[in-house]
């Protein structure tokens, strides 16, 4: 418990990062249970009200509770945003270390990338998700292919830098073969780097699949969404505030845990910072 205490001490970032977003975890596993009413539930008697004891959140231009929507939102955001990272994580990191180690490879991949690259990550998503009906599987696989380019991008250059090392061309002097060269020196040494650009990406990923349902390319209105909750209440936002502060503040927190967790945690992994703070 004192070596927690310590450790809470030295980085406060990731406490409060991490205690932010298992709160938010915590709400999205459990909405069916803290939402007070069906956020699916239609009501025209009640629309448009304000925030009180019995809609905390007010109701929207329907007349759903906007509280429950925006507790099931918070599904939607989190499966999107843990989705997207640790996929494109997993892919741009195999891509990006054979890219490093193979100049054939390489030729190849970085010119797919820099041509990805050059289209800004919403219109990549928005062709994408255009060629298909929209739902989450779909949103979740066009952000994926958006974002693998930064991850690729990111692994084949820290690799082209660590191959210069002499512990590693050492290692491969004595026989190694890539395999064991990648997985024993280089891999290991972009876990710091990796775990700052997968926070990053996952912060995107909420953003984006946000802007995505608000401008109804996202996930189907029927699915209460962030994004969605916000472009319904966007044209009574000067009479009715309420109907978009609130999703956009879970949001607000929701990135800004996340950007704090992954802080955090370089600071933690990567000993040269460590030794500096």
Request: charged share 15%; aromatic share 8%; net charge positive.
């Amino acid at each position: 418990m004192r070596k927690l205490w310590c450790f809470v001490k030295k980085h406060p970032a990731i406490a409060i990062g991490a205690f932010m977003l298992s709160l938010l975890v915590f709400i999205a596993i459990f909405a069916p249970w803290l939402g007070t009413i069906d956020p699916t539930a239609l009501s025209p008697v009640r629309r448009t009200r304000a925030p009180s004891a019995q809609f905390w959140f007010g109701t929207d231009m329907l007349g759903r509770d906007v509280y429950s929507r925006v507790l099931y939102g918070a599904r939607v955001s989190l499966t999107v945003g843990f989705s997207v990272a640790f996929l494109s994580a997993l892919i741009g990191t195999v891509i990006g270390l054979a890219a490093g180690f193979n100049k054939l490879v390489d030729a190849v991949v970085m010119r797919v990338i820099d041509g990805m690259m050059s289209i800004p990550t919403i219109l990549l998503a928005i062709a994408l998700i255009s060629l298909t009906k929209a739902s989450m599987q779909i949103v979740i696989l066009a952000i994926t292919i958006a974002e693998i380019p930064r991850v690729v991008r990111l692994i084949r250059g820290l690799s082209l830098s660590l191959r210069e090392q002499s512990y590693v061309e050492s290692s491969i002097a004595s026989g190694a073969s890539s395999l064991r060269v990648i997985y024993k020196h280089i891999f290991p040494n972009t876990i710091a780097a990796l775990t700052v650009q997968i926070t990053y990406i996952c912060g995107l990923a909420i953003l984006a699949e946000a802007s995505l349902s608000f401008i109804g390319a996202g996930v189907p209105p029927s699915v209460p969404s962030w994004g969605n909750i916000m472009a319904e209440g966007r044209t009574l936002w000067q009479i009715k505030p309420y109907l978009i502060a609130f999703p956009a503040l879970f949001l607000s927190i929701t990135i800004l845990s996340i950007n704090m967790l992954g802080d955090g945690l370089r600071d933690a992994i990567d000993p040269r910072i460590a030794k500096r703070i």
